[in-house]
């Protein structure tokens, strides 16, 4: 009975492509990594989402570059990410007018100059676009008096106009820093 021998070489190209095949794998990308995006990267995902009509997941996403904008401090990504986070909430939550007008207070309160120039702006710019659209509604309503109305739905024509004001009026409070402000 002869013994079949494997020659060097094969053994070799086997030991090596045993190798090559079972040893290290590529880090995955998992959230913590995640967070090592570019702002561009982001915005190219929200793109791409967006695009497809998953606006739910757009949303998140945007809210990704949200916290990261509100970490690093970035106002201009903050306004846009707050922009967009508009945008998605409106398609995609019930009531989405009260929810975004407590995140935009919220935000008004926690964002620096000159965001929340902006932000106090586009605040005030939701309350008329609201009245707007619900004038109906506010022309019958009589004022109401010694109740804590936080709740838009309740409010009168004159609470509406009083809070639209004061927001534009919060806009142009530092007047002359903000003609100092680069626009670019």
Not at 27 to 50: C, F, H, I, M, R
Not at 78 to 95: C, G, N, W
Not at 116 to 139: D, G
Request: aromatic share 10%; net charge positive; glycine share 2%.
């Amino acid at each position: 009975m002869r013994k079949f021998r494997f020659p060097l070489l094969l053994l070799v190209v086997l030991a090596l492509s045993t190798v090559a095949f079972i040893g290290p794998k590529p880090p995955q990308q998992n959230k913590g990594q995640a967070a090592a995006l570019t702002y561009g990267q982001y915005w190219k995902k929200v793109d791409s989402l967006t695009k497809k009509g998953l606006s739910k997941s757009a949303l998140d996403v945007v809210m990704d570059v949200y916290q990261k904008a509100k970490t690093e401090n970035d106002q201009e990504q903050l306004v846009k990410a707050i922009i967009h986070r508009m945008k998605f909430q409106s398609m995609t939550e019930e009531d989405e007018t009260k929810k975004i007008i407590n995140d935009l207070t919220k935000d008004c309160s926690q964002i620096k100059f000159p965001a929340n120039a902006i932000l106090h702006s586009m605040l005030a710019e939701t309350y008329w676009s609201y009245y707007q659209q619900n004038r109906y509604r506010f022309l019958d309503r009589t004022q109401t008096v010694n109740f804590q109305n936080d709740d838009i739905n309740t409010w009168d024509a004159r609470k509406i106009f009083e809070e639209t004001l004061k927001h534009y009026k919060l806009s142009l409070a530092n007047a002359s820093q903000l003609q100092k402000v680069q626009v670019n």
